[in-house]
């Protein structure tokens, strides 16, 4: 099962080694992990390397906030042009790749915070129409939800959605009612959320309270696959709960959607990156890390050695504070 941290998926973690004898290669066991923004105040002048592992968009968000903190940062990627999902490359012919469908929904506030901070000229399409397709056709399709009177969140998803259901007859549709007792409890409490969390999304929505298999093969078992990228039955219930909640039914407008006019890694990406190396940062792709070393007399960590996918005898010892995974 995958199990829900709660936490946002462009939240990035520091990591700071306790002391556990001479510099070695280490378990993430025996990692201690707190939120970059939970260093102590006291300890941030004396951080001045940092190394992000990874350049998706997460990396890159922890890079960019790294240098405008005073940080000398290296960012390693084991792409050769680092971006994450968002990576993509042009046929001979000259047409632009990307893997998978890459939405801008209405409350990514961050990523237009970013754009905006990058000066990048209107790069988005306006807000569109969007539908959804099971393995059976085409489900249900969403108005922009933005541009109708805002009802009591989730009625105004609910409502202003159910006309344009095609396939799923009503009687299907309202077994889900029961579903709405689960999205009122399970993050009441700490308890609570772990008690879902123990269990799987396709246990909560088939066995308890229970879904028709047709709403379930249909749409919500589909819906798990493109919003979380896995089966109900290796997904946490409270993780899909999350999930629905957070883009569907927390506020009328978050199933709004919006396209990047071109490719992302050229349009967002490739200015992201010039702004980073202006700043001092180092984007250094085709790179992987082979270990973290920790100071035995500090207890901090000290060292990141890394190889180059190419090459992997090709091996570069980076001098850190702070790794950012």
């Known amino acids: 099962m995958i199990s829900s941290c709660r936490l946002s998926t462009t939240t990035a973690y520091t990591v700071c080694a306790r002391n556990w004898g001479s510099p070695s290669k280490i378990s993430k066991s025996k990692l201690h992990f707190k939120l970059a923004g939970d260093l102590d105040d006291n300890s941030t002048p004396s951080l001045k390397k940092a190394v992000v592992v990874g350049g998706g968009w997460a990396g890159f968000g922890a890079c960019h906030q790294l240098l405008k903190d005073g940080f000398e940062v290296t960012l390693v990627d084991g792409a050769a042009q680092p971006g994450g999902l968002s990576t993509g490359f042009r046929t001979k012919g000259g047409r632009s790749v990307e893997a998978g469908i890459k939405g801008f929904w209405f409350h990514y506030y961050n990523i237009y915070a970013l754009v905006e901070e990058l000066g990048i000229p209107d790069p988005f399409t306006d807000w569109t129409q969007s539908a959804f397709w099971s ?57 609570t959320y772990n008690r879902y969390d123990r269990m799987t999304a396709r246990e909560l929505f088939r066995d308890s309270p229970g879904v028709s298999s047709r709403l379930y093969d249909e749409f919500l078992g589909p819906m798990l696959l493109v919003l979380m990228f896995a089966p109900g039955e290796c997904l946490s219930a409270a993780a899909a709960l999350d999930v629905f909640y957070t883009y569907i039914l927390a506020h009328q407008p978050d199933f709004d959607v919006r396209w990047c006019r071109g490719s992302i890694a050229e349009l967002i990406f490739s200015p992201w990156v010039d702004r980073i190396k202006s700043l001092g940062g180092k984007v250094v792709g085709s790179t992987l890390v082979e270990r973290v070393e920790v100071d035995g007399s500090t207890g901090s960590v000290s060292r990141v050695v890394t190889r180059g996918t190419k090459d992997p005898t090709q091996q570069q010892i980076l001098e850190a504070d702070v790794v950012v995974l």
């Open 135 to 191: 393995p059976a056709g085409i489900q249900v399709e969403a108005p922009v939800l933005q541009d109708l009177l805002r009802l009591p969140a989730p009625l105004g998803t609910l409502v202003y959605t159910s006309p344009y259901f095609r396939a799923l007859p009503v009687w299907d549709r309202l077994s889900a009612l029961p579903l709405i007792f689960a999205l009122l409890e399970y993050d009441a409490d700490q308890s």
